[in-house]
């Protein structure tokens, strides 16, 4: 599991350091694609098969299917970290998540957020009120 909140920048050529505990779990290859709200997701490749695996189970007559899952695939590409534990992170993501300067590398269970430091703390603020109407919310539709 994939948990916590790492801040560093990326830099002009569009690499990010990856913390070393997030490293280790994804192995030597992972996958990195469009988060829906405006951040990236980093998936092992474990992961990164069972969302393919539901996606595969929905229906391509249905727009909406065919909509999200070109959004999502075509902004995947295969990754890597280097010797200095950096990901070089496409120019097409860094447009899609508003990558400036500082990022937020948040660790959400199977997979690996990362945010533009400002749209992250926007985020938090935006939602922080609300956390425990959408927690009760949630649980009890889990009964």
């Known amino acids: 599991m994939f948990m916590g909140e790492y801040h560093h920048s990326i830099d002009d050529k569009g690499r990010l350091i990856i913390p070393a505990k997030f490293r280790e779990m994804l192995g030597d290859n992972f996958i990195i694609t469009r988060g829906i709200e405006k951040c990236l997701y980093i998936y092992p490749n474990e992961a990164w098969q069972k969302i393919v695996d539901k996606l595969n189970t ?47 590398i948040i660790g959400a269970n199977d997979r690996i957020e990362v945010w533009d430091q400002e749209a992250w703390t926007n985020f938090l603020k935006e939602n922080s009120e609300q956390l425990d109407e959408i927690a009760e919310n949630l649980f009890a539709e889990v009964g």
Do not use: Y
Request: net charge positive.
């Open 58 to 104: 929905l229906p391509f007559t249905k727009k909406d299917a065919r909509t999200f899952i070109r959004s999502f695939f075509s902004g995947a590409t295969q990754c890597e970290v280097d010797r200095q534990g950096r990901i070089n992170i496409t120019s097409p993501l860094i447009g899609h998540a508003d990558l400036t300067k500082e990022c937020v």
